[in-house]
């Protein structure tokens, strides 16, 4: 398939994991308590959030010190995710404390902290930028949670730092909306991604197309190591550090590779596996990224740092949804060519410390990789169980049904679970979606052919396409309507977009409205960089 078209609450109460640990162990009376006592002992306060701040003793070349720059109007809550304090041991109570939106307001440090901008550079629509850096994001630091995992707390439009160039520093309400509801929203698809704990909100004035409010969001990662982190080093020539960082990366996250031969080749293979994965994720959601610069690239193979993204609603191989992107370099279907390209960047930069041949044959297991994902991914969203040589003509014939009738992506792999093994499509909904009925009549004969030569039922088939084709997905018409409400300072929609995108593969019948195509207005929505 590689080279062809059609890649195609904040209650404040206990929280929801503590109330299923008592339920589902089921104890008595007394062991309740205790199990109580015990999370309420791990439970951490803002004061006592323990840090680790291993990237604060990497060499200081690797980053600026600085803290953040408070607004200059008080800065308030907007929204907060228990599932993402959880992880850092932080008891959902304290979400609502005044000085919960102080600290991640960018107005309060917490001991521990060791704020710092990372400095890193990388390749912005194809060509090479000398120096990038954390402009706007600060690391307050690195939480160790009481399993031993790291998550870093970065603080997004936090203010100037020595790598903005000509920017302010500053985030939007609207971009900070767009990061935490997507980011969430691809957690809940089962993409790996950065995590958002909060957004913190303030009446302070951001100068873009016109004046808008700003907002700092806390995102959390493992690691936010970019490609262009050690492109910074490669291009400076100053091997040194760039083989301090990958040391430094290999001990934290590839720490099975520490003591291997040949480990920064190895650790590169590694990376262009969880890359190429990643990208087939994407790719089978109808999901783009936008800008996928070599800065934006995680090294730990995790979608990273949302702006003009876009999920698909009528498919269209060629979707561009960054209307800055006006070559289509990063296209919807030219994702999975960008991820080698970028990864060939990658490549590049680590030759100072990697046998070249190696890393070549590193990049090589790209597309293998990524095509055998995608078709895993694209087969389950078919509800088959087996591999078939003619699954892939399957996949992309029925692709190019939907390109040709601007179909709906999402609705139409959801509905497809309706399909019947014995009478095909006796959802009329279904057959409605596709404008030439007897190419689609045709397909659905080749189809009904497939599955019956499984042993698969229908229902349970059903069951499991719908675990992998989601109902709910973050269109923009549906950020859109929370970002204009929480301009109003009505952070409703927020919430029930958020809760909503946790579990968007169950029905619910009182958010059916949630699931439709966009209406006129929602169809064409202008988002580019500037955020
Ligand atoms: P992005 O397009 O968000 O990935 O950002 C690309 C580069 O521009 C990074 O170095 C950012 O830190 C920087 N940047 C983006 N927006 C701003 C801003 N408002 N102020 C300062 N730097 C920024
Ligand atoms: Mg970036």
Redesign the pocket.
Do not use: E
């Given at each position: 398939m590689w080279g062809r078209q059609g890649w195609g609450s904040i209650d404040g109460g206990e929280s929801d994991l503590g109330a299923s640990d008592r339920v589902r162990v089921n104890p008595p009376i007394a062991k309740i308590e205790t199990l109580v006592v015990q999370r309420d002992m791990i439970r951490r306060t803002l004061e006592t959030l323990s840090f680790d701040n291993t990237y604060a003793r990497l060499p200081q070349a690797f980053y600026a010190r600085l803290s953040p720059t408070p607004f200059s109007a008080p800065p308030y809550l907007v929204h907060a995710n228990q599932a993402a304090a959880e992880l850092i041991d932080l008891d959902p109570a304290q979400l609502a404390r005044p000085e919960f939106s102080a600290l991640f307001g960018g107005s309060a440090l917490t001991p521990g902290m060791e704020p710092l901008a990372m400095l890193y550079s990388g390749h912005?629509f194809g060509v090479y930028v000398p120096q990038?850096?954390?402009?706007?994001?600060i690391l307050l630091g690195e939480v160790k949670n009481q399993r031993g995992e790291r998550w870093d707390l970065h603080l997004k439009g936090a203010g100037?730092t020595p790598?903005?160039?000509d920017?302010?520093?500053?985030?939007v309400l609207r971009s900070t909306i767009r990061e935490y509801l997507c980011s969430e929203a691809l957690h809940g698809l089962g993409i790996p991604t950065t995590r958002a704990l909060c957004i913190v909100g303030s009446d302070h004035a951001v100068y873009r197309e016109e004046v808008e409010t700003g907002a700092m969001l806390v995102r959390m990662a493992p690691s936010h190591v970019r490609f262009g982190t050690f492109e910074v080093f490669y291009y400076r020539k100053q091997h040194e550090h760039l083989r301090a960082l990958a040391d430094y990366v290999i001990d934290q996250h590839f720490s099975h590779l520490r003591n291997a031969d040949e480990k920064y080749a190895r650790f590169f293979i590694e990376v262009v596996e969880r890359t190429a994965k990643l990208i087939a994720r994407w790719q089978a959601v109808g999901w783009a990224h936008g800008?996928m610069?070599t800065?934006?690239m995680s090294i730990l193979g995790l979608t990273l740092?949302y702006?003009p993204y876009g999920f698909m609603d009528d498919y269209d191989a060629g979707f561009i949804c960054n209307h800055s992107d006006h070559n289509g370099r990063y296209a919807f279907n030219q994702q999975p060519y960008i991820g080698l390209w970028n990864l060939s960047c990658l490549a590049q930069a680590l030759l100072p410390v990697a046998v070249k041949e190696a890393l070549k044959a590193g990049l090589e297991t790209y597309q293998p990789l990524f095509e055998q994902e995608y078709q895993k991914c694209m087969r389950a969203k078919l509800g088959l169980i087996d591999t078939r040589a003619e699954d892939d003509e399957l996949i992309r014939d029925f692709l190019g049904l939907l390109q040709g009738s601007h179909a709906d992506y999402t609705i139409v792999f959801r509905e497809l679970s309706t399909f019947s093994s014995e009478q095909g499509a006796t959802n009329p909904k279904l057959r409605e979606h596709f404008l030439n009925r007897n190419h689609f009549d045709d397909w659905a004969a080749r189809y009904r052919h497939r599955l019956q030569t499984e042993s698969s039922r229908d229902d349970d088939r059903r069951v499991r396409m719908n675990r992998i084709n989601p109902k709910y997905v973050l269109r923009n018409y549906l950020a859109q309507a929370a970002i204009e409400k929480a301009q109003q300072k009505d952070f409703c929609e927020i919430d029930r977009l958020f809760a909503l995108l946790q579990d968007p593969y169950s029905d619910r019948p009182d958010m059916e409205a949630y699931a439709t195509p966009p209406p006129n207005w929602g169809k064409h929505l202008s988002v580019s960089?500037s955020?």
């Open positions: 912005q990038l850096g954390d402009g706007r994001a100037m790598f903005s160039r920017g302010d520093g500053r985030a800008v610069n800065d934006n740092d702006g960089c955020s």
